[in-house]
């Protein structure tokens, strides 16, 4: 394998990664009307890795207080 492809297959990985883990993190320092809330946010960002983080993104920024 080339290193050019090696490179192009870890950013191909990594691209869908990145709003799931901004998710996840930005769920965890932000403020909900419940802790129910959040932890259901980081979780979906948890066990549902792409779809989690794309709901967070969409809708779950709307939801936070501060």
Same mark, same amino acid.
């Given at each position: 394998?080339?290193? +050019?492809? *090696? +490179? +192009?297959?870890?950013?191909?990985l990594? *691209?869908?990664?990145?709003?799931?883990?901004? +998710?996840?993190?930005?769920?965890?320092h932000?403020?909900?009307?419940?802790?129910?809330?959040?932890?259901?946010?980081?979780?979906?960002?948890?066990?549902?890795?792409?779809?989690?983080?794309?709901l967070?993104?969409?809708?779950?920024?709307?939801?936070? *207080?501060?």
């Amino acid at each position: 394998m080339s290193p +050019a492809l *090696i +490179a +192009a297959i870890f950013v191909a990985l990594l *691209i869908p990664i990145l709003p799931n883990l901004w +998710a996840i993190w930005n769920a965890f320092h932000s403020n909900f009307a419940s802790v129910e809330e959040k932890m259901s946010w980081i979780a979906a960002g948890v066990f549902l890795p792409v779809l989690g983080g794309l709901l967070y993104v969409f809708w779950g920024r709307k939801r936070r *207080i501060s």
